[in-house]
């Protein structure tokens, strides 16, 4: 990333995602001189706690993006964004438009999603009995991992 920075020839901020996302120890990355700003999405990052760790890690402003998510996912990127003290750049969390269905609603309002509760409605997202028991299963998997159960 270095290489490519001292070589543009006009202005532009080079932001550093796949970079940390991918990394095996987002925290062993040097970025210093390779990027502008770091992008953080909550999920592939391992959630809130972590992805404001690697912000304060690097140092750099913050951009909060989505991967893509349903309004839950969504809803925990403007959690990380709140919880900021500064964001410099608008973050991409509108990406919630691009799905024909959603679980909730998270309106957007003059370029912004407002921090709210969401009602979740599972109505017409019926899957079949398999799939569902799959991902049941990875859930309570899951929390096993992480101690919820």
């Known amino acids: 990333m270095r ?4 070589n543009i020839r006009i202005p532009l901020k080079i932001a550093a995602d796949e970079v940390i ?20 999405k909550v999920q592939p990052l391992g959630g809130i706690t972590r992805a404001r760790a690697i912000a304060e890690h690097h140092k750099l402003p913050v951009v909060v993006s989505s991967a893509l998510e349903s309004a839950v996912g969504i809803q925990y990127g403007l959690e990380l964004a709140a919880s900021l003290e500064a964001l410099d750049y608008d973050c991409g969390l509108a990406t919630g438009s691009l799905m024909s269905v959603d679980v909730a609603e998270l309106p957007i309002h003059d370029g912004s999603i407002a921090l709210s509760e969401l009602d979740i409605k599972l109505d017409g997202l019926d899957v079949a009995s398999d799939r569902y028991e799959w991902w049941k299963n990875r859930a309570m998997r899951c929390a096993e991992v992480i101690g919820l159960s």
């Open 21 to 40: 996302r991918k990394a095996a120890d987002p925290f062993a990355i040097d970025l210093t001189g390779a990027a502008d700003v770091v992008m953080l």
């Open 3 to 6: 290489e490519l920075k001292s």
